[in-house]
């Protein structure tokens, strides 16, 4: 039986669906206190004085601490794209002499209850002297005496930008906005920290994503060797880039645990959430396209400014890095430059959510491309089609690096998936059905966005595999779930390499003290990434099976199979077999059947790449206008992707909508606004609106497997990131179509205030 | 803080006899003192969905009631949806059509679509869109759900 390739049933689901999951809230301990942080009430200002009697008296508090508390412990350091010049904005788990966001922790609040612990926090009077705040990251200001908002800018390009702009036929600019938004996931952030003394350890329960660095990083800040710090993690409700990075939360419990002597439990509110957890996406590009008389992309120069929030968080530069590197996209782009301004603002800190820089740069490029279609009269697709980087040109080289690789797509045919995408939705019809449409008065119209996406990011991966005597086969990976089918999906690769049920594989994540090594769930790396090391592992698993069966079974290991954990020999009156638990029996360290084999029928196995690979994808938007709200409606909408290969196509589709639904959040709905002050307005579901069942259309998905990867055998590619990346561009341009004004749409969200504005400076509509 | 009140509260038909302070919402009751956490919390002002429950057979946002508020009444939660092994119909649906990711709004859509199928069996397809908009899921999409749950109210009403 095969199971790569096919769409299993998850293994996940049972204790999900039955009430039997254990997310961080449903983890505890006895003798537990709770924390409750004191967060900034101002954007930016200077602490004066926090007194914190009041909230002491408070029967059941246990302990209140402020930046004199935790003055020795370090600022949470990057995980990701450390640029020079970036360290001093880093964030300290409480704030030291000034606060710079609203939700900036200033103190926490430990006690015996989760009530009492927000009475408590309640009373702690924090005294701030208000300074102004800085709330667009265009303009440039002094994050503290003697420094300024702009940490680095970040630069790519290659070529002769000046001179492609010299000799070009028509030179096209645009001004364009995305709006702050991000993963928001049903989970909100939890923590819980453990120092078991009798065995000199520290336990963090609640961890996600990245659990290996988050250890490391505890144990340096903390002053405590890694392998006496261990991270669990549960089940994760979402992840989308922003959950499980380290935050001052989760070392505020940590160090609380080892100095209070007791379990430190943190579940955040949705409040919280909104202004205390990573934001994303804000950015401003000011862009210009040279192009040939033909419509021919000659160069671009992206000037842009990406607005950070607060402090520089785990991420480092990592989002303005990939837009810059990812903007240039499917085309061939001769001459490139762009300049990226990272900007502090008093607004939350900023670090990615899927498709990071790529739904900002999509958009980008994307408008840019109907720009220059509708300077030269020219068809969206046509001017796709005469830019796009061919088949034949792969591996293509394009001169940038990003997030420590060159960036070598692997493999693409761009010209074949729109075709197909373009087919499935019946393109030309399509557009004769809308005109007619318009003909009666309507706004409607349909657009697309093309993209590269990037996955699989290295630069390794370990698990370790063994068999049991009971015939279960469990795979410890040091990477991460966030709820995506990883336990599934590795399963499957385990089954088929190895020769079992994939209903046999326990698959074990996020357990620090199981595998020393792992880089976790980001960047779409796991299916890839883990995969590989699963598969190079069961082989060597497999090999060590057969060679045992060789010897009992009497015949040589070529002459052997494994099939749904039975070890096979030949057929009719030859047939002989053993199961694989069997085999495992054989392999004790006490069997004397063993031989000189080493113990145990296990192996470990690694993956190594330098590399990234490139899917890529297609989407097609259908819109119509409502003229007197500016309300869009998305009556169709068609996501054609390319994966490579695709281990289980239900969850890689299951990806695709959950991202196109995040997607079409940002593009219509959802935005992380502020008052003049800094204020948030944004803190309730009811302000921060995400799509419901009503927004939300049944969509078509193309997945294709036109384009493996060439860096893997199983040519796996990634599929976290094909269904948001280019939803914002597709529908920007499905609404100019639909009012029949090109380059109308240059800022998202387009909210219905937004579109009411357009169309009324357009006048009459 | 204030006095503690007796309240008696009926889980999946077990009786807890608690003694919450009266701003004890039911959602923590049920997760804390009765120990089911199948039950989850997403944003405790009433619009995500993720705390629905049925009280005396409606649906209700368990984070917008106190616990006092239940006394006495029977509370079904996630927990108490299989028949031991086996399955309900909307769990089985879900798990087929791929219905759920992280798996952390699954409780309070199935509890929510639990509750209105079984006042309303025949429910048309748009107001079950109605009902089903009114939770939130950041992972799916909605479109698997949506149509587990159209396969479920199939089944149900077949039996
Ligand atoms: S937790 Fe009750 S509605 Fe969100
Ligand atoms: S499955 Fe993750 S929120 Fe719905």
């Given at each position: 039986?095969?199971?790569?390739?096919?769409?299993?049933?998850?293994?996940?689901?049972?204790?999900?669906?039955?009430g039997?999951?254990?997310?961080?809230?449903?983890?505890?301990?006895?003798?537990?206190?709770?924390m409750r942080v004191v967060?900034?009430?101002?954007?930016h200002?200077?602490?004066?004085?926090?007194?914190?009697?009041?909230?002491?008296?408070?029967p059941?508090?246990?302990?209140?601490?402020?930046?004199d508390d935790?003055?020795?412990?370090?600022?949470?350091?990057?995980?990701?794209?450390?640029?020079?010049?970036l360290?001093?904005?880093?964030?300290?788990?409480?704030?030291?002499?000034?606060?710079?966001?609203v939700?900036?922790?200033?103190?926490a609040?430990?006690?015996e209850?989760?009530?009492?612990?927000?009475?408590a926090?309640?009373?702690?009077a924090?005294?701030?002297?208000e300074l102004?705040?800085?709330l667009?990251?265009?303009?440039?200001g002094?994050?503290?005496?003697?420094?300024?908002?702009?940490?680095?800018v970040?630069?790519?390009?290659y070529?002769?930008?000046?001179?492609a702009?010299?000799?070009?036929?028509?030179?096209?600019?645009?001004?364009?906005?995305?709006?702050?938004h991000?993963?928001?996931p049903?989970?909100t952030r939890g923590?819980i920290?453990?120092?078991?003394?009798?065995r000199?350890?520290?336990?963090?329960?609640?961890?996600?994503?990245v659990p290996h660095?988050?250890?490391?990083?505890?144990?340096?800040?903390?002053?405590?060797?890694?392998s006496?710090?261990?991270?669990?993690?549960?089940?994760?409700?979402?992840?989308?880039?922003?959950?499980g990075?380290l935050?001052?939360e989760?070392?505020l419990?940590?160090?609380a645990a080892v100095?209070l002597?007791?379990p430190v439990?943190?579940i955040?509110?949705?409040?919280?959430?909104?202004?205390?957890?990573?934001?994303?996406r804000?950015?401003?590009?000011?862009?210009?396209?040279a192009?040939?008389?033909?419509g021919?992309?000659l160069?671009?120069?992206?000037e842009y400014?990406?607005?950070?929030?607060?402090?520089?968080?785990?991420h480092?530069?990592?989002v303005?890095?990939?837009a810059a590197?990812?903007?240039p996209?499917p085309?061939?782009v001769?001459?490139?430059?762009?300049a990226g301004?990272?900007r502090?603002?008093?607004?939350?800190?900023?670090?990615?959510y899927?498709?990071p820089g790529?739904?900002?740069?999509?958009?980008v490029?994307e408008?840019?491309?109907?720009?220059?279609?509708?300077?030269?009269g020219l068809?969206?697709?046509?001017v796709?089609?005469?830019?796009f980087i061919a088949?034949?040109e792969?591996?293509y080289?394009?001169?940038?690096?990003?997030?420590?690789t060159?960036v070598?797509?692997?493999s693409?045919?761009?010209?074949?998936l729109?075709?197909?995408a373009?087919?499935?939705?019946?393109?030309?019809?399509?557009?004769?059905?809308?005109?007619a449409?318009?003909a009666k008065?309507e706004?409607?119209?349909?657009?697309?966005?093309?993209?590269?996406?990037k996955s699989?990011l290295?630069?390794f991966?370990?698990?370790?595999?063994?068999?049991?005597?009971?015939g279960?086969?469990?795979v410890?990976?040091?990477a991460?779930?966030?709820g995506?089918?990883?336990?599934t999906?590795?399963?499957?690769i385990?089954a088929?390499?190895l020769?079992?049920d994939?209903?046999?594989?326990?698959?074990?994540?996020?357990?620090t003290d199981?595998?020393?090594?792992?880089?976790?769930?980001f960047?779409?790396r796991?299916t890839?990434?883990?995969?590989?090391?699963?598969?190079?592992a069961?082989g060597?698993v497999r090999a060590?099976?057969?060679?045992?069966?060789a010897?009992l079974?009497?015949?040589?290991a070529?002459e052997?199979?494994?099939?749904d954990?039975?070890?096979?020999?030949?057929?009719?009156?030859?047939?002989?077999?053993?199961?694989?638990?069997d085999?495992?029996?054989?392999?004790?360290?006490s069997?004397?059947?063993?031989?000189?084999r080493?113990?145990g029928?296990?192996?470990?196995?690694?993956?190594?790449?330098?590399?990234?690979?490139?899917?890529?994808?297609v989407?097609?938007?259908?819109?119509?206008?409502?003229?007197?709200?500016g309300?869009?409606?998305?009556?169709?909408?068609?996501?054609a992707?390319?994966?490579?290969?695709?281990?289980n196509?239900?969850l890689?589709?299951?990806?695709?909508l959950?991202?196109?639904a995040q997607?079409?959040?940002?593009?219509?709905f959802e935005?992380f606004?502020?008052?003049?002050?800094?204020?948030?307005?944004s803190?309730?579901f009811?302000?921060?609106?995400?799509?419901?069942?009503?927004?939300v259309?049944?969509?078509?998905v193309?997945?294709s497997?036109d384009?493996p990867?060439?860096?893997?055998?199983?040519?796996?590619k990634g599929?976290?990131e094909g269904g948001?990346n280019?939803v914002?561009?597709a529908?920007?341009?499905?609404?100019d179509?639909a009012i029949?004004v090109?380059?109308?749409?240059?800022?998202?969200?387009?909210?219905?205030?937004?579109?009411?504005?357009?169309?009324?400076?357009?006048?009459?509509? | 803080?204030?006095?503690?009140?007796a309240v008696?509260?009926?889980?999946?038909?077990?009786?807890y006899?608690?003694?919450?302070e009266?701003?004890r919402?039911?959602?923590?009751?049920?997760r804390?003192?009765?120990?089911?956490?199948?039950?989850?919390?997403?944003?405790?002002?009433g619009?995500?969905?993720?705390?629905?429950?049925?009280?005396?057979?409606?649906?209700v946002?368990?984070?917008?009631m106190?616990?006092?508020?239940?006394?006495g009444?029977a509370?079904?939660?996630?927990e108490?949806?299989?028949?031991?092994?086996n399955l309900?119909?909307?769990?089985?649906?879900?798990?087929?059509?791929h219905g759920?990711q992280?798996?952390f709004?699954?409780?309070?859509?199935?509890m929510?679509?639990?509750?209105?199928?079984?006042?309303e069996?025949?429910?048309?397809?748009?107001?079950?869109?109605?009902?089903?908009?009114?939770?939130?899921c950041?992972?799916?999409?909605?479109q698997?759900i949506?149509?587990?749950?159209?396969?479920?109210?199939?089944?149900?009403?077949?039996?």
């Amino acid at each position: 039986m095969v199971f790569v390739g096919r769409s299993v049933p998850r293994l996940e689901d049972r204790p999900l669906v039955t009430g039997r999951g254990r997310f961080a809230a449903d983890v505890s301990f006895p003798h537990m206190l709770h924390m409750r942080v004191v967060r900034s009430v101002f954007a930016h200002g200077r602490i004066v004085a926090i007194d914190t009697a009041a909230a002491r008296a408070l029967p059941g508090v246990a302990a209140i601490w402020t930046f004199d508390d935790i003055a020795h412990i370090p600022p949470i350091d990057f995980r990701l794209t450390r640029v020079e010049g970036l360290e001093p904005y880093r964030q300290t788990i409480l704030a030291r002499e000034r606060v710079r966001y609203v939700g900036d922790p200033v103190a926490a609040v430990f006690a015996e209850d989760p009530y009492v612990a927000e009475d408590a926090a309640d009373l702690v009077a924090v005294e701030i002297e208000e300074l102004p705040a800085l709330l667009d990251a265009a303009a440039l200001g002094e994050f503290e005496p003697g420094r300024a908002t702009e940490p680095a800018v970040i630069r790519k390009g290659y070529g002769d930008v000046e001179g492609a702009f010299r000799s070009a036929h028509a030179v096209i600019e645009l001004d364009l906005a995305v709006g702050r938004h991000s993963g928001v996931p049903m989970e909100t952030r939890g923590a819980i920290g453990r120092y078991d003394a009798a065995r000199d350890l520290l336990e963090m329960y609640g961890a996600a994503k990245v659990p290996h660095w988050n250890r490391d990083n505890i144990a340096r800040m903390l002053g405590r060797d890694p392998s006496t710090v261990h991270l669990h993690e549960g089940h994760v409700g979402g992840g989308f880039g922003i959950r499980g990075e380290l935050y001052p939360e989760d070392v505020l419990v940590c160090a609380a645990a080892v100095k209070l002597g007791r379990p430190v439990k943190w579940i955040e509110d949705r409040r919280e959430h909104l202004i205390a957890a990573n934001h994303s996406r804000q950015q401003r590009h000011r862009v210009r396209a040279a192009v040939d008389a033909q419509g021919r992309l000659l160069g671009i120069d992206d000037e842009y400014f990406h607005d950070q929030g607060g402090y520089v968080r785990t991420h480092g530069a990592t989002v303005p890095d990939l837009a810059a590197a990812m903007l240039p996209g499917p085309y061939r782009v001769p001459n490139y430059r762009a300049a990226g301004h990272i900007r502090l603002t008093n607004k939350t800190p900023c670090g990615t959510y899927r498709a990071p820089g790529r739904y900002e740069s999509t958009f980008v490029r994307e408008r840019l491309m109907d720009a220059v279609a509708a300077r030269l009269g020219l068809s969206g697709v046509e001017v796709r089609r005469r830019n796009f980087i061919a088949m034949s040109e792969m591996p293509y080289e394009r001169p940038v690096d990003t997030l420590g690789t060159h960036v070598v797509y692997d493999s693409g045919d761009y010209a074949g998936l729109l075709d197909k995408a373009l087919a499935g939705i019946g393109w030309d019809n399509l557009q004769e059905r809308l005109r007619a449409r318009r003909a009666k008065g309507e706004l409607v119209g349909a657009g697309l966005g093309i993209f590269v996406e990037k996955s699989g990011l290295g630069p390794f991966d370990g698990v370790k595999i063994s068999v049991d005597t009971g015939g279960t086969v469990e795979v410890v990976t040091g990477a991460a779930s966030v709820g995506q089918g990883v336990e599934t999906v590795i399963a499957q690769i385990c089954a088929d390499a190895l020769g079992v049920d994939y209903r046999r594989v326990r698959v074990v994540h996020g357990q620090t003290d199981r595998i020393a090594f792992g880089l976790g769930a980001f960047a779409s790396r796991v299916t890839v990434m883990t995969g590989e090391a699963t598969r190079i592992a069961a082989g060597r698993v497999r090999a060590k099976a057969l060679d045992m069966a060789a010897e009992l079974l009497q015949c040589s290991a070529a002459e052997l199979d494994i099939q749904d954990g039975e070890v096979r020999r030949g057929s009719g009156l030859l047939r002989a077999s053993m199961r694989i638990e069997d085999v495992a029996r054989h392999l004790l360290p006490s069997s004397r059947t063993r031989g000189q084999r080493e113990p145990g029928l296990s192996a470990e196995g690694w993956f190594f790449t330098d590399h990234m690979n490139y899917p890529y994808g297609v989407h097609i938007a259908q819109v119509s206008v409502d003229a007197d709200t500016g309300g869009v409606t998305v009556e169709r909408f068609l996501v054609a992707y390319d994966i490579g290969k695709a281990v289980n196509p239900m969850l890689v589709q299951g990806q695709i909508l959950g991202g196109f639904a995040q997607g079409l959040g940002g593009a219509l709905f959802e935005e992380f606004l502020y008052d003049e002050r800094g204020e948030p307005l944004s803190v309730t579901f009811a302000d921060y609106l995400m799509p419901t069942a009503r927004e939300v259309p049944d969509i078509a998905v193309i997945i294709s497997e036109d384009a493996p990867s060439p860096r893997n055998p199983l040519g796996l590619k990634g599929a976290g990131e094909g269904g948001v990346n280019a939803v914002g561009a597709a529908i920007a341009s499905a609404i100019d179509d639909a009012i029949q004004v090109p380059g109308a749409i240059t800022q998202l969200p387009v909210t219905p205030q937004r579109l009411r504005a357009i169309l009324r400076a357009l006048g009459g509509l | 803080m204030s006095e503690k009140a007796a309240v008696r509260l009926s889980v999946n038909g077990q009786d807890y006899a608690l003694e919450v302070e009266p701003r004890r919402t039911l959602v923590d009751a049920i997760r804390e003192d009765c120990g089911q956490t199948g039950t989850h919390i997403g944003c405790e002002h009433g619009v995500c969905g993720a705390c629905t429950v049925l009280v005396d057979g409606e649906p209700v946002r368990s984070c917008l009631m106190f616990a006092v508020q239940a006394d006495g009444k029977a509370i079904r939660t996630v927990e108490g949806l299989a028949d031991g092994d086996n399955l309900h119909p909307l769990q089985r649906a879900f798990m087929e059509h791929h219905g759920l990711q992280c798996g952390f709004c699954t409780p309070g859509f199935l509890m929510l679509a639990a509750g209105v199928l079984e006042r309303e069996p025949d429910i048309s397809d748009e107001d079950l869109l109605d009902v089903l908009s009114s939770n939130l899921c950041r992972c799916t999409g909605y479109q698997n759900i949506i149509k587990a749950v159209r396969a479920a109210a199939a089944e149900m009403r077949a039996r």
